[in-house]
């Protein structure tokens, strides 16, 4: 058995020949299913002008998800704090913890999520996209849910309605920064796997305790698809791999099917990225998930493992967190 605790990372993606009310429809019933499994947490990533995915609004949507379940902490994974005003983040994760206390995490990203364009119209101006504003507005969202608040401001809801505050990162510079603050800190391992083990290294030499935690805390995130066979995953995984590369050509879509994925053929230049793209994946049958993951912990000590399942049709989407569960326990 290996006894490590698993959450849930959603894009509420779109697929090709489905609306956004669709793919909605199905995250919420993912996060209902998921909590049926044992699963810990269910976090929504906030992405912007992707056709291909429905959590732009993760407040909103979380109060739905929230909502629909009973049990399974629900979050932010996460919120990109350049695009929004700190007061406006705390008072909104105020509002779903005194909705739902004990329930909510507040993961928070240091990335736009998106091009620098819609970044901009987000926020209406482009001064908190720099880098060197981060901790400061970290910072000051963390003390609107204290009694003191800022500059006698203080969240409402959100005095005494702390969530709990992640820090989300693919960096050293992330890590760091959850060291000092003494936050847990989750490492998305699916962007930068090359990165992971450095960083953690990073987050655990320099983490100083805190309000929030006495230790350091490391999640891992990481892409997972398990099917019965490694080829029936491969399979399953090909829309995955087609959509980002039409992500990174510039012309983001819907989640192809399978089917449409089969019928494209990658030239060499793509193949060699697609190949990049599953390094450190959780890819193949419940066997071989099960080893892909006893070695990731081996190699990061994760105190617990996020996965994030990038798959055409929610059945399949559910039938992979089964597998995973069910080869882990075993």
């Known amino acids: 058995m ?43 990533a906030e992405h912007h002008n992707m056709p291909g995915i429905a959590s732009s609004a993760p407040a909103v949507l979380l109060a739905h998800l929230a909502a629909a379940t009973s ?7 996460g919120v990109m704090l350049p695009n929004h005003a700190p007061l406006v983040v705390a008072e909104q994760f105020g509002t779903l913890e005194a909705l739902h206390p004990g329930r909510v995490d507040l993961g928070i990203g240091r990335a736009p ?13 482009t001064e908190g996209l720099n880098a060197e504003h981060f901790p400061r507005e970290l910072r000051a969202l963390i003390d609107y ?14 005095r005494g309605d702390k969530p709990d505050v992640w820090l989300l990162g693919s960096s050293g510079y992330s890590a760091q920064v959850a060291a000092a603050l003494g936050l847990p800190f989750a490492f998305a391992h699916h962007i930068s796997p090359g990165n992971t083990v450095a960083a953690l290294r990073l987050y655990r030499e320099n983490f100083r305790p805190s309000e929030t935690l006495t230790e350091p805390y490391a999640m891992v995130a990481a892409s997972a698809i398990c099917a019965d066979t490694d080829e029936e995953a491969d399979f399953q995984a090909t829309p995955r791999d087609l959509a980002f590369l039409y992500l990174v050509s510039g012309r983001p879509r819907a989640l192809p099917t399978p089917q449409e994925a089969a019928g494209f053929e990658p030239d060499t230049q ?14 193949g049958s419940p066997a071989t998930v099960r080893g ?14 996020m996965l994030n399942t990038l798959v055409y049709d929610i059945d399949t989407r559910t039938r992979s967190f089964e597998l995973i569960k069910k080869a882990l326990a075993a």
């Open 113 to 125: 999520g998106t091009d620098q364009a819609t970044a901009a119209a987000l926020r209406r101006t």
């Open 2 to 44: 290996i006894d490590v605790p698993l959450s849930v990372l959603e894009l509420a993606p779109v697929e090709s020949g489905r609306s956004a009310g669709e793919a909605l429809a199905a995250t919420t019933e993912l996060a209902r299913r998921t909590e049926a499994l044992g699963y810990r947490r269910f976090w929504v």
């Open 270 to 283: 793509q193949r060699h990225f697609i190949a990049q793209r599953r390094q450190g994946q959780l890819l």
């Open 292 to 305: 892909q993951v006893e070695e990731l912990l081996a190699d990061t000590q994760a105190d617990e493992l």
């Open 145 to 158: 849910f204290g009694p003191a608040g800022v500059g006698g401001i203080a969240a409402t809801p959100g």
């Open 71 to 77: 049990s399974i902490k629900v979050g932010s994974g």
